[in-house]
């Protein structure tokens, strides 16, 4: 089977057990044991659901809820996925599907220059939100494009536009979103173990606030070699044990928190 959604082109090939049933009987499940190929996918118009009631504009917020008629075994490759502004490529793995929960056993793909490896499982929550648990990996990211392709993590205190570097980490995260796929960040948490080589620090307000102890030019880029620590995001706010920060501008030895709503 071969199809195509707005921009979205797929091809499906497998079998699809019980379908007589499914269609004929309401309540009965749909088992699939299939291979999906896409070439270009585009998620966003795909999960989007038009509300708005005739003379009134539509909502065009994404919504999404995880079907419980369904039982799915699929393997995939797509070579290019899209979600808003995140981009994905080599895009290959499995998805096992049953009783309202998802899981991937393995994800692998390219994404932000370097390369993704992912495993998990999503599952739906009785008030309609979704909880995802992820363990992976990542490899040669370019942390200017993280940071933009994921909005920032939803803060503007230090942007995409302030950062240049790349990223090698392995993370382990519990998030959960409502069904509009917003995320709740109440209940993120995130345990990451980065190492970010030649990273730069650009045009930072709170860094030029120290230009009267240190050379201002400087301070408009603060680079450095080689940074190394775990990260652990819970209760909205982030936090940075010591470490050393060896660069252009100084070298110093610092730790922190800070929280979402600063």
């Given at each position: 089977?071969?199809?195509?959604?707005?921009?979205?082109?797929?091809?499906?090939?497998g079998?699809?057990?019980?379908l007589?049933?499914?269609?004929?009987?309401?309540?009965?499940?749909?088992?699939?044991?299939?291979?999906?190929?896409?070439?270009?996918?585009?998620?966003a118009p795909?999960?989007t659901?038009?509300?708005?009631?005739?003379?009134?504009?539509?909502?065009?917020?994404?919504?999404?809820?995880?079907?419980?008629?369904?039982?799915?075994d699929?393997?995939?490759?797509?070579?290019?996925?899209?979600?808003?502004?995140?981009?994905?490529?080599?895009?290959?793995?499995?998805?096992?599907?049953?009783?309202?929960?998802?899981?991937l056993?393995?994800?692998?793909?390219?994404?932000m220059?370097?390369?993704?490896?992912?495993?998990?499982?999503?599952?739906s929550?009785?008030?309609g939100?979704?909880?995802?648990?992820?363990?992976?990996?990542?490899?040669?990211?370019?942390?200017?494009?993280?940071?933009?392709?994921?909005?920032?993590?939803g803060?503007?205190?230090?942007?995409?536009?302030?950062?240049?570097?790349?990223?090698a980490?392995?993370?382990?995260?519990?998030?959960?979103?409502?069904?509009?796929?917003?995320?709740?960040?109440?209940?993120?948490?995130?345990?990451?173990?980065?190492?970010?080589?030649?990273?730069?620090l650009?045009?930072?307000?709170?860094?030029?606030?120290l230009?009267?102890?240190?050379?201002?030019?400087?301070?408009r880029?603060?680079?450095?070699?080689?940074?190394?620590?775990?990260?652990?995001?819970?209760?909205?706010?982030?936090?940075?044990?010591?470490m050393?920060?060896?660069?252009?501008?100084?070298?110093?030895r610092?730790?922190?928190?800070?929280?979402?709503?600063?």
């Amino acid at each position: 089977f071969k199809g195509q959604a707005g921009q979205s082109h797929f091809s499906l090939n497998g079998r699809f057990r019980n379908l007589a049933s499914f269609m004929l009987l309401p309540g009965k499940p749909l088992i699939v044991d299939a291979d999906l190929h896409s070439r270009e996918l585009h998620l966003a118009p795909l999960l989007t659901t038009t509300t708005g009631q005739q003379g009134q504009a539509p909502d065009t917020a994404a919504t999404f809820a995880l079907p419980d008629y369904l039982t799915l075994d699929l393997a995939f490759v797509c070579e290019e996925l899209n979600y808003n502004r995140f981009q994905a490529r080599a895009v290959n793995g499995a998805l096992l599907y049953q009783g309202q929960k998802l899981r991937l056993p393995d994800l692998a793909f390219q994404a932000m220059d370097g390369q993704v490896n992912l495993s998990g499982n999503l599952t739906s929550q009785p008030n309609g939100n979704l909880k995802a648990r992820l363990k992976g990996e990542g490899q040669g990211i370019r942390i200017r494009e993280l940071f933009y392709q994921l909005k920032d993590f939803g803060q503007t205190v230090i942007t995409h536009d302030h950062l240049a570097g790349t990223l090698a980490s392995t993370v382990n995260m519990e998030a959960t979103w409502n069904p509009r796929l917003e995320p709740l960040l109440d209940k993120l948490k995130v345990t990451s173990d980065v190492v970010v080589e030649e990273g730069q620090l650009n045009q930072f307000d709170p860094m030029l606030k120290l230009a009267g102890l240190v050379n201002v030019e400087e301070l408009r880029q603060v680079s450095f070699q080689r940074l190394k620590n775990r990260i652990v995001i819970e209760d909205q706010q982030i936090r940075i044990p010591e470490m050393d920060v060896q660069s252009n501008a100084f070298n110093v030895r610092f730790s922190g928190t800070h929280q979402f709503n600063n």
